[in-house]
């Protein structure tokens, strides 16, 4: 007998370069974000708050 195991997906919230841009969340790194989110692209807080992390360490695709 075969059993199936049921994944669960969780998807994050994706959010444009404004509304991260205008986020109280993120105010302490507006102009960063300002700079480097590009405008046809949406972004999680998880994504978001790596490219934040990287920058600050030097590391910028």
């Given at each position: 007998m075969k059993t199936?195991?049921?994944e669960?997906?969780?998807t994050e919230e994706k959010y444009t370069?404004?509304?991260i841009i205008k986020s109280k969340t993120f105010i302490d790194n507006k102009d960063l974000l300002n700079a480097i989110l590009k405008e046809?692209?949406?972004y999680s807080?998880?994504?978001i708050n790596k490219?934040?992390?990287n920058y600050k360490k030097g590391k910028v695709n």
């Open positions: 199936s195991k049921k669960n997906k969780i370069k404004n509304q046809d692209k949406s807080k998880q994504e490219i934040i992390e």
